[in-house]
């Protein structure tokens, strides 16, 4: 088991800039979950996904944010413009059952000058 | 609005001693709790998790208390040893609701040798 896997590790780019994250889900669970940490907030819910299907994004912060998930095994999250203040650890986790831990990826460092 | 809280940002505590590590919540609909483990560069690893119809449960080394009338659980790691120095990240979730994790900022536990 490879485990949840993101891409890139680390991202920097210039304000205005889109920005593309991708998460490998463990094959077999059915929920997806992107997380952002940042000191002041911690490990905030962005949006999560089952079989597929967006099922809560009301943590999204604004219309700049967007994710998807064209099947089981890949899912993106963008940001278009990107600006300093999205600058964070991005984490996707997948979890089997709506009971289940999740398994959390190494995340994305994303810089934004 | 923080939904679950980790007051303390840091611990620091002597290898061999107990690490009791805390965490508040404001939601009394929360029936499920986890702990996280997270070292630097990595995603969060799940440490131990305890249903709201419980007040204990035990792991080998680890522990995790309820306390449903103050809203409040706490970690306790005995005896703390150095590999035990991470980010620790408490967690709550409705599991009869949206399978939704919320977690809190985190404590930085440093065991000392």
């Known amino acids: 088991d490879a485990g949840v896997i993101q891409s890139p590790r680390h991202e920097v780019t210039e304000m205005g800039q889109e920005v593309t994250l991708r998460c490998k889900p463990i094959?077999?669970?059915?929920?997806l979950f992107w997380y952002r940490q940042t000191m002041m907030r911690g490990l905030e819910l962005l949006i999560y996904?089952?079989?597929?299907?967006?099922?809560?994004d009301s943590g999204m912060p604004e219309d700049r944010f967007s994710a998807k998930m064209p099947n089981a095994s890949f899912s993106t999250l963008k940001i278009q413009p990107s600006e300093p203040r999205d600058s964070a650890v991005y984490f996707c986790?997948?979890?089997?059952?709506?009971?289940?831990?999740?398994?959390f990826g190494n995340g994305t460092r994303l810089t934004v000058t | 609005d923080q939904q679950v809280k980790q007051n303390s940002p840091s611990l620091s505590v002597q290898e061999g001693r107990i690490s009791i590590l805390n965490c508040d919540y404001t939601?009394?609909?929360?029936?499920?709790f986890l702990w996280y483990k997270k070292y630097p560069a990595e995603g969060p690893t799940f440490l131990i998790s305890?249903?709201?119809?419980?007040d204990k449960n035990e792991d080998g080394r680890f522990t995790v208390f309820l306390n449903k009338s103050a809203k409040h659980l706490s970690l306790h790691i005995v005896p703390s040893q150095p590999g035990d120095s991470a980010v620790y990240f408490c967690?709550?979730?409705?599991?009869?609701?949206?399978?939704?994790?919320?977690f809190g900022t985190g404590t930085r536990l440093k065991v000392l040798a």
């Open positions: 986790a997948s979890g089997r059952t709506a009971y289940s831990p999740l398994h």
């Open positions: 094959s077999g669970h059915d929920y």
């Open positions: 996904f089952n079989n597929n299907v967006p099922i809560d």
């Open positions: 939601n009394s609909m929360f029936d499920y």
């Open positions: 305890i249903s709201s119809i419980k």
């Open positions: 967690a709550a979730s409705l599991i009869s609701g949206t399978y939704k994790y919320i």
